[in-house]
């Protein structure tokens, strides 16, 4: 059997069987009033330049008995290190005796997520380029959890399976949306929008009593975003052609259709073994009766992939790479969106080919095959929210919470990716104590996210020293720096 990799993290404290009640239940608490509770006001190191508007922004969406302290959760945020749990934040962001409001914080957040997505749209659409199309990105990725209270999560399938991993994870699954915005220098980059939380059938019980919860499944939670999406941009006055890049698994008739209606351009994936068939006949004069929607003969992928007629040749950018590839293309009508559609069979190098397709048959090749490329920059997105955020790590319970402490990680990220976007290279990475390192590579983005942590903590301490120099407070400061980097 395999060895798992160890971890440098620390572990998580073990709870022992049959412990008491604890000490911190919040209803007991509650009762009683403490005159001497110590409350937090602000963040220990606040935020600062363009990271503090955007914050402030979102901020407003809340109510202001409450608000105040999402930008002291993000504040700890940038700065938490190890396993990146909620009370990890709270330590980083110098939470005082009030950390249970915090967490209530958290419920509020998971509760207007859909306001503060329509917020941070905003803030996209002010500051990108917004040509005559946009492209955004959609997939689920799951998270690992454990504990049978932990509400919402349930058994899923695992998409990267390490040697010791099973097939199936324990945990929750989420639909994810994404702008995948163009940088000039760095490529497609995705800023994630807005996530919802997929329940299976199975657990829905648990959560129907408490929360009125309902099944959707995956297809209909994408609808439900991309109805958002679309309505946002049109309140916000945006008018360009909206393209959606997904997977093959929501190329289905359930997630196609209503998508389709919203006036979105969707690229996928299309299965090899696709039921395809030709245009059908133009009607003839006085023909009566509707005209055909499908073709009268049926139309194989794989036999027009095994021929050697028929190929092209195109250069495309590729995930930041020009390209040469061969392929084929075609129009053709299906029943996933009950009309026509343009196909795209791409070679690859090694020979093996895929096919693809775009609802708009009069799409261009190369816009259909850098859509396809695009859509990599949203598992990007899933490794960096995954491994420099933390995401899934914040071990909390309410449904509510999970949620909000889950877009929380992508709205971070989002914040950080147009903090950076205008930024020189030079700003980003200072790479002079690692000679090994490529010194052209381009920066990651913990490196994007440590710059800002960096300006936040040297803003913090440097103001200190401008006035008089006070011994007191210089050494306030110095524990505080140490107990971030401990």
Request: aromatic share 8%; proline share 4%; charged share 25%.
């Amino acid at each position: 059997m395999a060895k798992r990799k160890g971890s440098s993290k620390r572990q998580q404290a073990q709870h022992k069987r049959g412990r008491k009640k604890s000490r911190h239940d919040k209803r007991e608490r509650l009762k009683r009033r403490n005159a001497t509770r110590r409350k937090t006001t602000g963040a220990r190191v606040p935020l600062v330049g363009m990271m503090q508007t955007m914050v402030s922004v979102l901020q407003s969406v809340l109510d202001r008995r409450v608000g105040f302290r999402f930008s002291i959760i993000a504040s700890g945020m940038l700065l938490a290190a190890g396993r990146r749990t909620a009370s990890a934040w709270f330590v980083a962001a110098g939470v005082q005796d009030d950390w249970d409001r915090f967490y209530d914080c958290l419920i509020s957040v998971g509760r207007t997520s859909g306001k503060l997505a329509t917020a941070l749209l905003g803030l996209i659409v002010r500051q990108l380029v917004v040509g005559d199309r946009i492209v955004v990105g959609m997939d689920d990725s799951p998270t690992a959890r454990y504990g049978k209270h932990v509400e919402g999560a349930g058994v899923h399938h695992n998409p990267t399976p390490g040697p010791a991993d099973g097939e199936w994870l324990f945990g929750h699954n989420w639909v994810a949306l994404a702008w995948l915005g163009n940088h000039p220098i760095w490529g497609v980059i995705a800023l994630p929008l807005r996530s919802m939380l997929y329940v299976r059938k199975v657990d829905i019980a648990k959560l129907a009593e408490k929360y009125r919860w309902e099944f959707r499944t995956k297809h209909e939670l994408g609808v439900e975003l991309m109805t958002w999406f679309v309505a946002a941009l049109k309140a916000l006055g945006v008018k360009a052609k909206v393209w959606l890049v997904v997977d093959g698994a929501y190329a289905a008739m359930p997630f196609l259709k209503p998508v389709l209606e919203l006036g979105v351009v969707v690229v996928s994936r299309l299965r090899k073994d696709a039921c395809l068939y030709d245009l059908p006949p133009e009607p003839r004069p006085g023909q009566r009766g509707r005209p055909r929607i499908y073709g009268t003969n049926r139309i194989s992928l794989a036999k027009r992939a095994a021929h050697n007629d028929g190929w092209e040749t195109i250069t495309y950018n590729c995930r930041g790479v020009l390209v040469t590839r061969q392929y084929k293309t075609f129009r053709a009508t299906s029943r996933l969106v009950s009309g026509e559609i343009r196909v795209v069979i791409l070679r690859f190098e090694d020979g093996g080919w895929a096919p693809y397709f775009c609802t708009d048959a009069s799409a261009e090749v190369r816009d259909i095959l850098e859509a396809v490329a695009a859509r990599w920059a949203i598992e990007e997105h899933f490794h960096d929210v995954k491994e420099v955020w933390g995401a899934g790590q914040q071990q909390v319970r309410n449904i509510w919470s999970n949620i909000g402490c889950w877009n929380l990680n992508g709205w971070l990220d989002t914040l950080v990716e147009l903090c950076s976007w205008d930024m020189e290279k030079t700003e980003l990475t200072d790479r002079s104590d690692r000679p090994w390192d490529n010194t052209n590579r381009r920066p990651s983005h913990a490196d994007r996210r440590r710059s800002i942590s960096r300006k936040m903590l040297q803003n913090h301490f440097l103001t200190a020293l401008l006035s008089k120099p006070d011994r007191q407070k210089i050494q306030t400061l110095l524990d505080q720096l140490i107990a971030l980097a401990a």
